[in-house]
């Protein structure tokens, strides 16, 4: 029994525009310094939180404390 692959797999310069811009776009999320800020806290325990007056459900509110009206 033979088996055929028909996908091409591409890297490197031979993605395509979309593939790049959504590449882009992650590295800008994964690179945001309050992106970074929230997962440092959400790595931290609920004992960790606690002492700096934080609850686990606030850490997005807190981050994003002055860009965030809710």
Do not use: P, Y
């Amino acid at each position: 029994m033979a088996f055929a692959d028909i996908h091409a797999h591409r890297t490197g310069k031979s993605k395509n525009i979309f593939a790049r811009i959504l590449d882009g776009m992650i590295w800008i999320g994964e690179n945001n310094r309050r992106v970074q800020q929230a997962q440092a806290l959400h790595a931290m325990s609920d004992e960790q939180l606690a002492e700096r007056g934080l609850r686990r459900e606030d850490i997005a509110r807190h981050v994003f404390r002055d860009i965030m009206f809710a």
